[in-house]
């Protein structure tokens, strides 16, 4: 340990001649402009102003206007999907009924499974159901797989059960 006492030398370095700042003579002298009457615009008030443009002007997600729109696109989407799962596998249509199944699916998904007021719906809970096992086996086994027995009453029960719950508003 050491002492409080003990002194430890130092080095000082001498500190160098003040030098007062040189003009070079070339130039013609610089005025300063007067202070503005007007006072600058602060960052804070600028980044402010952005914010609130930003929110104003923000996209919006695609969102269901009216409940009867909901309505009649998941009417839509269970009348593909009834088509879709009776086609005979040696129907010529069944890979474009299917892709066509497929694009309906997917913008149907996206444009309801963000909406929480929907959520909860039994109709919405059923076709999202049949939407997932339908596209789930035909991505698995090919548009021109015939869906198992069992699935397909499955889904079509889902699907009756879906129709119910919208007449009912549910």
């Keep these: 340990m050491a002492s409080p006492t003990l002194i430890t030398p130092t080095t000082t370095k001498p500190k160098p001649p003040f030098l007062a700042p040189t003009k070079p003579k070339l130039l013609p002298p610089t005025t300063v402009a007067a202070p503005t009457a007007a006072p600058q615009p602060r960052r804070r008030h600028v980044l402010s102003l952005a914010a609130t443009a930003l929110l104003i002007l923000r996209p919006t997600p695609a969102r269901a206007e009216t ?13 593909k999907i009834r088509t879709t799962i009776n086609m005979d596998k040696t129907d ?11 694009e309906a699916s997917n913008s149907w998904v996206a444009k309801y499974r963000r909406e929480k ?54």
């Design 67 to 79: 409940d009867e729109e909901y309505v009649k696109e998941s009417e839509e989407v269970i009348g």
């Design 92 to 102: 010529p249509n069944v890979a474009t009924a299917v892709a066509e199944l497929r």
């Design 117 to 170: 007021a929907l959520l909860g719906r039994v109709s919405f809970r059923d076709i999202y159901s049949a939407l997932n096992a339908v596209s789930g086996h035909y991505i698995s086994f090919g548009p021109t797989s015939p869906i198992p027995s069992k699935r397909k009453a499955r889904i079509l029960e889902e699907m009756d059960t879906a129709e119910k719950a919208l007449l009912r508003g549910r």
